[in-house]
Structures are given as structure tokens and as C-alpha cells.
């Protein structure tokens, strides 16, 4: 069934929000395959006429960041997909701009749903570009993106459609972004360019901001970009929670508040041809305020091909599942509850999941279940129905969800100014990289991690291939096998292969090899400076080394 848009009132140069999302809410029910068919153009969407949904994100806002007043968890949600099968959207290339903040779009329990062929961009976004114009050693002047500082009471306030913060809103507390103009790939985290200075005021005529204070030429050097924003993680560019089958292809996202596409409790995700970078790097160079795909307690094969990631504030992917405390045994029952601030209110247990008991410290496996049934007690803590008695001693270890670990292949993707790590993953299922460019990660390009103390993002990693990649300037170790454990008991990751990857060195090691079995290193090429003495670092770990 072909459902043309045009036909619902949704026509280009229009304002679409209320006739979009009532046209996808008649359709939750509906099972037959069907395709709604958008003609090309611009579309705009006001979040005054969107719906409203109250979720719990992971790895966003923690209960405690909300300001007296604000609502928690309430997400204003520009294009909703809601209980929806079997249908095809085709953007046929359009551009959607959405005005005021959001979620661009949400996925809740779908099946079998494709989005294709469209553009989402922000009217005006919450995050502003200052960029250097003067800089003495007590004097720095910056010229201001937009029209939208304003003064109250001798404070400065960006002010826009929903909301009103601070010029130093929470300076004290976070990073932020910047860049180099002589080094377009340079894209790294910085303290806010205006904390602890004083004398601070705004010209609205020039639309300037001059400081006093002390500004090394390093970090404050004429050109310079640096972005300020609410890093709160209230808000995300995708959203995606108990969906099956769900494929976004030919997708462009010029900016999102936090993730920009995040998925739990999914299984089936393909992603291919996703373009998520800024416009114009030289006039508006940032796109992502964190990770570009993060992807958690997912099931089932996951596929990022073909895409184009620029200019985050985080990683470029994050595959992991949760380690949850057990706090309470009780013969087959046991309690268990979320310890990090950012991951909670949701459940990700099914009946006839397997369980994994694991030791915080060796981060290494006791015993294992099968989940009955689940049941969330209250927004962190989960009571689980086994399938056989637990000892006690299992206490204040912590579980993993065995079967909540996706199988993930990722190629033919480029990403570059990227702040933090390229790739974190954290899954026991089979895992390909190959094929991609990674240029300019601050951090590591790949990172294998696994920790219960910190973020509590599980677990071991069983089967890796790394290949035929191009790493070129990364400002850490290229492949960086690290779980947190406190002590080696027996290697958390095992059977990885690198191999046929180009290495372009720029530190003096190019590996770093933690607790990690039958870790192969097979015809690679490492492009040194002269005079450069390459070294690995290795720690309670198995390495075949042919490539020296």
C-alpha cells in the first residue's frame, strides 16, 4: 500500500508536525506492508505541535542533573514511530528543519520498519560557536555565532525556542569542543574558553564577547573555534527502544543534542549511507554533542556500512551491555539494580534470557542462569526469576545478559574530528571492522574495554577482526585492549585478529594489550617517521606477533 503524503496535508514549504505524527499514529495496528511516500522539498516542523513521551533514555540525563522545575525524562519528539510494522518511509531526499528541541525521531516498538532518503536538520540549535578574533596574554575577544545573547541583570544568557541558559552554563562542571582553522581535522574537548575569567562583557553592536583573565597563545590562538552548549544529554538525535528489524539508510543529521542515534533493547539494526556531519565545517563545524551511535543491550546482527561520521563530541560507535550489581538472593529470585547515574529505567531481560555472573574484580565468569521472568521495581532496581537456586556468595557480583549481545559489522564508514575514542565495543558476539578510514580520533581509534566499576559497559569481547583499515593521525594507540580489571585471573577478551591494516604512527606505540588471549597480528603496514622506534605495550596477554 502506497500512502502519499500529500494527501494528509503534508506538502513541502509546510509546517507538518501535527500532520505527520497523526498520520504515523493511525497506522499502529495496521500489519500490512505499506510505504509512505513524501514528495521532495523542505518541510518544517514546530515542537509545539509535536507529541510528547516520557523515556528513559540510556546514557543520558542522570535523575539528579534536572534544575528545580524542569520535568524529568519528558522528550518533545519531532517525527514518532509508535507500534508500527511493516512500513518503508521515503524521505525521496527531502529536508525536515526542526524548530525548537527535540528528539528528531523515535522508534518505540516497531517491527520491520525502514526509514530512507531524508535529511533532519536543527533551526538554531542550542550550541553556539565563539571564535577567537584577538587574543593578548590578558585579553581575548570573541566573535558570537548568533543574535541570541542577551543581557539581564549584568548576565549574559544565549535565549532561544525552549530554552534560556547561562553564557558559563555549567562551565565549572563539563567539557566542551573546539577547533583549529590550520588544522581541519583538529577536534578535541576543552574547559570552557570563558571559565574563571572576569570582566566579561558583550558588544551587541560588533556582537562580540571581551574578557580579562590569562590566555596562553595555545589554547586561545586567533581562528580558534570552541562550542558551548547544555551537555546535559537531555535530548537525542534518534531514538530507538524494543524495535526488531530496523533499517535507516540514505539518512543525513546535521545536529543532535546528545547521541545522536542511540538504540536499546533492539534486535536487527541496519545502518547504511547515514551522513551525520555538519553543514559547513568552516562556518558551523559540530554535529554531535556525544557519541554518534550508541548501541546498548542490543540482540542480532548490527550493520553501520557505507556511512560518514564528522565532528563529535564523543565516540564514533559504543557497542556494550550493562553490568547490573546484584544486591539480594533469595533461592531463584535474585534483585539487581543499575549503578551508573546516566543508564536506568528500563528493562532488558527477557524470558529465557542467559544470565552471566561475573566477578567485579577478574571480570571473569562464576556461573550462569536462565531468566523466568523479570520485573522493574522501581526505576534502578530489577527482580529476576531464575531458572535454579543462587548462592548467596553471588552478592554484590554483578550480571551480564548473555543474550543481549549483538553480533556487529561495521565497513566502507569514514569518520574524522572526532573528540574521544573512534570505536568502543563491548560484546560477546562476532565482530568485523574493516574497510573504513579513521581519521583524527583524539583518543584511541578502536578501544576494547569492559569494566564494572565505572561505567559498568559489559563485557568480554570473543571474536574480533580488524582489517584491511586505514588509520591515519590518532592522537593515542590505534587498538587499545583494556578491560578495568583489578587483577588477571585469565584474559577477559580473546581471539582477535588484526590484519592488512595501514598504521600511519604518530606515537611511539601503536598497541596497547591488556589481559586479551590469541590476539594476531598478520600483514599490516606501518608508515614511521625516520628515526622512530615502534613498541607495543603488553600486560597478562597472548600475542602472535608476525607482523616484527
Same mark, same amino acid.
Given at each position: 500500500m502506497i500512502i502519499e503524503a500529500k494527501d494528509y496535508g503534508i506538502l513541502p514549504g509546510k509546517e507538518i508536525g501535527k500532520a505527520l505524527n497523526d498520520l504515523l499514529a493511525s497506522l499502529s495496528g495496521n500489519d500490512e506492508d505499506k510505504e509512505i511516500v513524501l514528495e521532495k522539498g523542505d518541510y518544517y516542523i514546530d515542537t509545539e505541535n509535536c507529541p510528547v513521551r516520557y523515556l528513559h533514555v540510556t546514557n543520558t540525563m542522570g535523575e539528579k542533573e534536572y534544575d528545580p522545575g524542569e520535568e524529568k525524562w519528558r522528550h518533545? %519528539?519531532? +517525527? /514518532?514511530? &509508535?507500534?508500527?510494522?511493516? /512500513?518503508t518511509f521515503s524521505g525521496g531526499g527531502s529536508t525536515v528543519f526542526i524548530d525548537g528541541i527535540a528528539d528528531n525521531v523515535v522508534f518505540d516498538s516497531c517491527e520491520n520498519v525502514r526509514l530512507r532518503d531524508l535529511e533532519i536538520r536543527v533551526i538554531r540549535p542550542n550550541a553556539h560557536r565563539l571564535v577567537t578574533?584577538?587574543?593578548?596574554?590578558?585579553?581575548?575577544?570573541? $566573535?558570537?555565532?548568533?543574535?541570541q545573547l542577551t543581557e539581564e541583570e549584568g548576565e549574559l544568557y544565549f535565549v532561544g525556542k525552549g530554552y534560556?541558559?547561562?553564557?558559563? !552554563?555549567?562551565?565549572? *562542571?563539563?567539557? !566542551?569542543?573546539s577547533s583549529l582553522p590550520e588544522h581541519p581535522s583538529y577536534f578535541t574537548r576543552i574547559r570552557h574558553p570563558?571559565?574563571?575569567?572576569?570582566? %566579561?562583557?558583550?558588544?551587541?553592536?560588533?556582537?562580540? +564577547?571581551?574578557a580579562r583573565g590569562f590566555f596562553p597563545k595555545r589554547f586561545?590562538?586567533?581562528?580558534?573555534?570552541?562550542? %558551548?552548549?547544555? @551537555?546535559?544529554?537531555?535530548?537525542?538525535?534518534? !531514538?530507538? *527502544?524494543?524495535?526488531?528489524? /530496523?533499517?535507516? &539508510? @540514505?539518512?543525513?543529521q546535521r545536529f543532535s543534542y546528545s547521541l545522536a542515534l542511540v538504540c536499546q533493547d533492539c534486535e536487527g539494526l541496519t545502518f547504511d549511507r547515514l551522513n551525520m556531519s555538519p553543514v559547513d565545517i568552516g562556518t558551523y563545524g559540530f554535529a554531535s554533542i556525544a557519541d554518534f551511535l550508541h548501541l546498548c543491550c542490543c540482540r542480532g546482527q548490527i550493520t553501520v556500512r557505507n556511512s560518514y561520521f564528522s565532528?563529535?563530541?564523543? $565516540?564514533?560507535?559504543?557497542?556494550?551491555?550493562i553490568h547490573f550489581m546484584v544486591t539480594g538472593v533469595s533461592g531463584n529470585e535474585i534483585t539487581v539494580k543499575f549503578c551508573h547515574p546516566e543508564a536506568y529505567g528500563f528493562n532488558i531481560f527477557h524470558a529465557g534470557d542467559k544470565i552471566a555472573f561475573v566477578d567485579r574484580n577478574s571480570l571473569l565468569e562464576q556461573t550462569s542462569a536462565s531468566v523466568v521472568s523479570s520485573e522493574m521495581l522501581d526505576l534502578y532496581t530489577i527482580r529476576l526469576t531464575l531458572d535454579t537456586n543462587i548462592s548467596l556468595s553471588m552478592i554484590d557480583k554483578v550480571i551480564e545478559n548473555v543474550s543481549a549481545c549483538p553480533d556487529v559489522l561495521f565497513e566502507k564508514n569514514r569518520f574524522e574530528r572526532i573528540s574521544t575514542r573512534g570505536l568502543l565495543l563491548t560484546t560477546r558476539g562476532k565482530v568485523v571492522i574493516r574497510d573504513n578510514d579513521f581519521i583524527f580520533t583524539k583518543m584511541w581509534a578502536i578501544e576494547i574495554a569492559d569494566d564494572a566499576r565505572d561505567w559498568y559497559e559489559s563485557g568480554p569481547l570473543t571474536d574480533l577482526t580488524i582489517e584491511n583499515n586505514r588509520f591515519i593521525e590518532c592522537g593515542q594507540e590505534f587498538v587499545h585492549i583494556f578491560p578495568h580489571n583489578l587483577i588477571h585471573?585469565?584474559?577477559?577478551? @580473546?581471539? %582477535?585478529?588484526?590484519?592488512?591494516? &595501514? !598504521?600511519?604512527?604518530?606515537r611511539l606505540s601503536c598497541y596497547i594489550v591488556r589481559s586479551a588471549g590469541n590476539v594476531r597480528m598478520i600483514g599490516n603496514t606501518y608508515i614511521k617517521p625516520k628515526l622512530y622506534c615502534f613498541m607495543m605495550v603488553k600486560l597478562n596477554s597472548d600475542v602472535r606477533e608476525k607482523d616484527f
Open positions: 518533545t %519528539i519531532g +517525527i /514518532l514511530f &509508535e507500534r508500527i510494522k511493516n /512500513l578574533r584577538f587574543r593578548s596574554l590578558t585579553k581575548l575577544v570573541l $566573535d558570537v555565532d548568533s543574535d534560556k541558559h547561562p553564557l558559563k !552554563f555549567r562551565a565549572e *562542571q563539563s567539557y !566542551f569542543n570563558l571559565f574563571m575569567k572576569k570582566g %566579561i562583557r558583550y558588544d551587541r553592536e560588533t556582537n562580540t +564577547i571581551t586561545y590562538s586567533k581562528g580558534r573555534d570552541y562550542y %558551548i552548549y547544555d @551537555n546535559r544529554r537531555r535530548n537525542v538525535g534518534v !531514538f530507538a *527502544q524494543k524495535c526488531k528489524n /530496523l533499517c535507516i &539508510e @540514505n539518512y543525513v565532528s563529535s563530541g564523543d $565516540d564514533v560507535l559504543n557497542v556494550h551491555g585471573k585469565g584474559y577477559v577478551h @580473546n581471539n %582477535i585478529l588484526i590484519r592488512n591494516n &595501514e !598504521f600511519h604512527l604518530k
